[in-house]
């Protein structure tokens, strides 16, 4: 190896203009694992893979967990959205004072 280098006709390169933004880089960068799908999911994916012009399975299979956690509710709502729920809980309070209401206008009635 060499002591010093001679960078004077070096160019830098324009591959930094195509980088993603730092907030998406992990879209963009791939890592190998090891999972254990079920073979029947596995042929799905590579049956949809063999035809002309479809992306590779793993690329499918991909898109398949991306698209799920994109428009799934988060975890520990029960299922619903927080507007959902809020909304939810508005209408049974307003027919929790509702009835409170009738049954004291009934007790003055009465009275």
Request: glycine share 4%; net charge positive; aromatic share 10%.
């Amino acid at each position: 190896m060499r002591k010093e280098y001679d960078f004077s006709k070096a160019w830098r390169s324009e591959f930094w203009k195509h980088m993603p933004p730092p907030d998406q880089l992990d879209r963009h960068i791939k890592v190998r694992i090891t999972i254990f799908v079920d073979n029947d999911v596995l042929k799905f994916f590579k049956a949809r893979a063999a035809k002309r012009g479809k992306p590779p399975y793993q690329t499918q299979i991909n898109q398949a967990l991306r698209e799920y956690m994109e428009g799934s509710p988060p975890q520990g709502k029960g299922g619903l959205s927080e507007h959902k729920l809020i909304s939810h809980l508005a209408e049974r309070i307003a027919e929790y004072s509702a009835a409170k209401r009738k049954k004291h206008r009934t007790k003055k009635s009465k009275a």
